[in-house]
């Protein structure tokens, strides 16, 4: 299955939020494609919201088992959570883990009014009870096979696949 | 003293015992992942959950409240249980004795210890002798190493100069009784600063600090020249033994550093010190409070960059 170039689904995404949007909402996204794939929708959706990111280094529930991160990026939520309706943006929706993850570090924030979730993939294989809001594409792939968005030198998007690193 | 005591069979950091001996690598990583820390402490709960059921024992064999409190900060942070002793240096005459106090915690199922000691090499031995998955920090031994201060100093000089590469470094003050003078030049000379000076009279001096690789100054207005970072040290009054100095009005006449001094330095040079400072003896009120001064950032980078290594060792 051939999935389509990651700016058609920002360009799908990007129609599907612009009608849900409110002057008390705001972007967060997930480092690291999440928060390209932030970048990219503020910017098609022309919007002057505030936006953050987000490193879920810290939140992880993997580390007993595997330890930090090896790059971690610090994480920049400059405007003021509570009361806010969040957007959370991701590049690939898989386990859940990672949203979880990001659920409850921007609570660490303070108390947003709610939290919605826009990925550009959506692969399945989901471990906890999480469903994203806006998805660009639903990916049929196997459970041995990754996909990833990558930045390329010049800036542009393109989606990586192939079998999994262990 | 084995630097491969630090390290896993893989490479990566066991212990943070001195910073001699690590790889640029490792050095590298802390300072990154310190980066990653520093948004923490805006977080409304400034607490993250990464060692949430780890017990970390601050073992402190020699009084040092604010370098206590800086560890029991940033292992709160981390969601950490933290457990402070403070034990008498004099009751602990004994490596047996210490070992045997070690030997008692890790029965109450410690995970890590920061240890602080008058005795230069008092972490190494309990690295040694702990169960394998114990870890162990060095917040100063002697006048061995304070590796964790040497630590958020380089992360100071990264912060507002970018790298280490193109800097010219002098570091002023009582190097013989400084662990921290060994930190600093251990970590800038791995991490390529090209010009590393220290400054100081020939009686603060080791006598060993030619083969350390760094150019030597025996005055201050020289010594500090067209630098872009100063690093102040303490006059450690209380390591003091016999008349090194004639007294502290004489050291601030030569060796304090007064804003006239500071402008020897580039426009643009940072002041550190690793606190806490004698004003009026080796640096200056209104250099200490000035537009150049960077003594306060330094304190909240120490938290990140303990927070840091902590998770760092937790994890590997």
């Known amino acids: ?166 | 003293m084995s630097a491969n005591l630090q390290l896993n069979d893989d490479g990566s950091l066991r212990h943070l015992l001195s910073l001699d001996g690590l790889p640029a690598r490792i050095l590298t990583q802390i300072l990154d992942t310190a980066a990653g820390f520093l948004s923490v402490s805006e977080q409304e709960v400034k607490k993250v959950p990464l060692l949430r059921g780890k017990a970390i024992f601050n073992l402190f064999f020699e009084p040092s409240t604010r370098t206590r409190t800086t560890f029991e900060i940033a292992a709160k942070r981390l969601s950490a249980d933290v457990v402070n002793l403070n034990i008498g240096a004099s009751s602990q005459s004994k490596g047996e004795t210490l070992l045997d106090t070690v030997a008692n915690l890790s029965a109450m199922h410690a995970d890590m210890f920061i240890v602080r000691h008058s005795s230069a090499g008092a972490a190494h031995l309990i690295a040694r002798n702990v169960a394998d998955h114990i870890r162990v920090m060095n917040a100063g031994d002697g006048r061995h190493a304070h590796p964790t201060q040497g630590l958020l100093d380089m992360f100071t000089i990264r912060h507002y100069k970018g790298g280490f590469h193109n800097l010219r470094i002098a570091i002023v003050g009582d190097i013989l009784h400084s662990r921290v003078a060994r930190s600093q030049i251990n970590a800038l000379t791995t991490l390529g600063c090209p010009e590393l000076r220290v400054v100081a009279p020939k009686t603060l001096l080791p006598h060993d600090v030619e083969g350390m690789g760094v150019h030597v100054y025996h005055r201050l207005e020289e010594g500090i020249k067209d630098v872009d970072v100063v690093m102040m040290l303490r006059l450690q009054n209380e390591r003091m033994q016999g008349a090194l100095l004639p007294s502290p009005q004489e050291y601030y006449k030569y060796w304090g550093l007064t804003p006239e001094k500071l402008r020897l330095a580039k426009p643009d040079a940072i002041v550190m010190h690793p606190g806490p400072m004698n004003r009026g003896v080796e640096i200056d009120s209104d250099v200490a409070d000035g537009r150049q001064s960077v003594i306060l950032p330094q304190v909240t980078f120490g938290i990140a960059v303990r927070m840091a290594v902590m998770s760092i060792l937790a994890g590997n």
């Open chain 1, 1 to 166: 299955m051939t999935l389509p170039k990651p700016t058609e689904l920002i360009d799908r995404l990007a129609e599907q939020i612009r009608p849900t949007l409110t002057p008390d909402c705001a972007l967060v996204g997930i480092h690291t494609g999440g928060v390209w794939v932030m970048e990219a929708l503020a910017r098609r959706l022309d919007s002057d919201l505030p936006c953050g990111s987000l490193d879920i280094a810290f939140y992880r529930d993997d580390f007993s088992r595997i330890g930090l991160h090896p790059i971690v990026k610090p994480s920049q939520i400059d405007f003021d959570t509570e009361g806010r309706r969040l957007l959370l943006i991701d590049d690939v929706l898989y386990t859940g883990r990672t949203v979880r993850a990001a659920m409850n570090q921007l609570f660490d924030y303070g108390r947003p009014a709610t939290i919605r979730l826009a990925v550009l993939v959506d692969r399945g294989g989901r471990e906890l009870p999480i469903c994203p809001d806006f998805s660009g594409y639903k990916l049929e792939i196997a459970d041995d096979q990754h996909v990833s968005l990558v930045k390329h030198d010049d800036g542009s998007l393109g989606f990586v696949r192939g079998a999994n690193r262990i």
